[in-house]
């Protein structure tokens, strides 16, 4: 007889409970697909019904969506599309539809507001030893299993404390806790779209700078337009597969990819983050599979950092991922001809520090978020004069 986990079980019962009911009441896709795909997969899921009687004082009308017959809406921000009636509520939480106009809830309402090292970000090569002042919202267009901020990220905006700061009040409050960047970060970004656009605008305007740090699930339109305020950027790649994306995010790895394309193509400094899961993305071919994608759609210089797995939310029974598998990693993807790769989450200095790529010498230590060795002038290294990929000043 073939064994099964409690978990695997208990989401087979749920199937056979749910079964004599209709597809699209349980699942809005095949009962196939659902049971290949895991629990996770949430493609077109919406929220039937649940949008607020009444409008915040905080909403803003949608960006980028589009009006169809009998009052539906689509929204356009990311893969998911999705296709809401009056009175229903998106993926990520953060949408409604109240009589055929598409709102935004998270306007001007951070659940979460901090002044950061730029290099908690994880960003090492944009600005080091300056603050960020971090601001996030309520939701996530993705259901990870492993995430690391559900309580905010899987929350409605209702269901979470709140602060009231509109635009202006994010940039006089970077300026007055002299921070050079504003990071829209924490829960996703692209969710509270329409807050974060406003947002770098004025902070453009001000000279601060703009920093993303994301999932990437966007679609190419909106990020055209993040692109033009957007200064740098972190984004996770969570793995190079397919089906482990739609097993523990609930999407899709392309429109990803995509999002990489795009940012490289705009001229946007990002670095690349993947968190290291035990079980499902610690696999030494996938490293290589993914170093070569980065290599050749990429190129060698945009750094990449993998992070520690700590046990959260629904995956809070696997253990950390091993310093060990971290350490390999690293070795692995400098050997296929990534530049700058670093080691997260994790007490490892050599995986913290920045060493010149031509001349191997110490460029930047890192003893966690502090920066007590700084060998670079300007962008090039202090000893042989190689220009070193970022934005340092």
Not at 112 to 135: G, Q, Y
């Amino acid at each position: 007889m073939k064994k099964i986990n409690r978990r695997r079980f208990l989401y087979c019962g749920a199937g056979l409970v749910c079964s004599a009911m209709s597809a699209s009441t349980f699942w809005p896709f095949s009962e196939e697909t659902a049971m290949a795909s895991g629990p996770a997969d949430i493609r077109g899921h919406v929220f039937k019904g649940d949008s607020p009687e009444t409008l915040w004082k905080w909403s803003h009308e949608g960006f980028l969506y589009t009006k169809l017959d009998n009052k539906l809406v689509m929204c356009g921000i990311c893969p998911h599309r999705c296709l809401l009636s009056p009175g229903d509520r998106s993926v990520c939480r953060s949408k409604v539809n109240m009589d055929g106009i598409l709102y935004s809830l998270t306007y001007g309402n951070p659940c979460s507001v901090n002044v950061d090292p730029i290099e908690k970000k994880p960003l090492f090569h944009f600005k080091p030893r300056s603050k960020a002042f971090s601001i996030a919202t309520t939701g996530c267009n993705l259901r990870c299993l492993n995430c690391q901020n559900w309580e905010i990220s899987q929350a409605k905006p209702h269901e979470v404390r709140h602060y009231e700061l509109f635009p202006a009040d994010v940039v006089k409050t970077a300026q007055r806790n002299g921070c050079l960047s504003i990071a829209y970060t924490y829960s996703e970004a692209v969710t509270f779209f329409e807050y974060m656009i406003d947002t770098a605008r004025l902070a453009r305007e001000n000279k601060i700078s703009n920093l993303w740090i994301s999932n990437g699930y966007i679609n190419r339109k909106p990020l055209l337009e993040l692109c033009k305020v957007m200064d740098a950027a972190n984004v996770n790649l969570k793995s190079y597969s397919d089906a482990i994306y739609r097993k523990l995010n609930g999407g899709r790895l392309q429109p990803v990819l995509d999002t990489f394309k795009t940012l490289h193509e705009q001229g946007v400094h990002f670095e690349i983050t993947n968190l290291v899961v035990p079980g499902y993305v610690d696999d030494d071919e996938m490293v290589k599979e993914m170093c070569q994608w980065i290599l050749t759609h990429l190129g060698p210089d945009y750094p990449f950092h993998f992070l520690r797995f700590f046990p959260k939310y629904k995956l809070d029974r696997l253990p950390s991922t091993p310093l060990s598998t971290l350490i390999r990693f690293r070795k692995l993807a400098m050997a296929e001809g990534i530049h700058y790769v670093y080691v997260g989450n994790a007490a490892y200095p050599e995986g913290n520090n920045t060493y010149c790529h031509n001349c191997k010498k110490l460029l930047i230590e890192r003893a966690g978020y502090f920066v007590p060795t700084y060998n670079l002038n300007g962008n090039t290294c202090k000893y042989c004069e190689t220009v070193i990929p970022g934005r340092w000043v």
